[in-house]
């Protein structure tokens, strides 16, 4: 069994920042990948930020140059630094990671979201 628990979602101001947490736990080999996706009301789950191991992130165009995302292996834990947060941003912000377990298997796994609002 693998879970991901995400934390640090909150009411932020317009140009306010947060960051998110995710933890990855249990029959855990390695880790391949970890990102985090986000869903605002009515609208389709998108990508954020993501970034293989030993690679160089990436991240969707709207959040350029204000989110950050970050990756603590040693921790199993990946990292979404948002700054010049704006309304838009408002969302339930998803943690994936694709993990090889202790059983050789290979699976995406998705935490259960924690949510962002920024509004004044």
């Known amino acids: 069994q693998v879970q991901l628990v995400e934390s640090g979602g909150d009411l932020v101001q317009p140009g306010g920042s947060l960051r998110l947490s995710c933890a990855a736990s249990?029959?855990?080999?390695?880790?391949?990948?970890m990102g985090w996706y986000r869903q605002a009301p009515g609208k389709e789950r998108e990508s954020v930020a993501g970034?293989?191991?030993?690679?160089?992130?990436n991240y969707a165009d709207s959040v350029k140059g204000r989110f950050t995302i970050s990756r603590d292996s040693a921790k199993n834990t990946v990292y979404l630094q948002m700054n010049s947060l704006r309304p838009e941003d408002t969302a339930v912000y998803y943690c994936?990671?694709?993990?090889?377990?202790?059983?050789?298997?290979?699976?995406?796994?998705w935490g259960k979201g924690t949510l962002v609002t920024v509004s004044s």
């Open positions: 970034i293989i191991t030993g690679g160089i992130p």
């Open positions: 249990g029959s855990i080999f390695g880790i391949n990948a």
């Open positions: 994936n990671a694709l993990i090889l377990t202790m059983t050789h298997y290979v699976g995406s796994y």
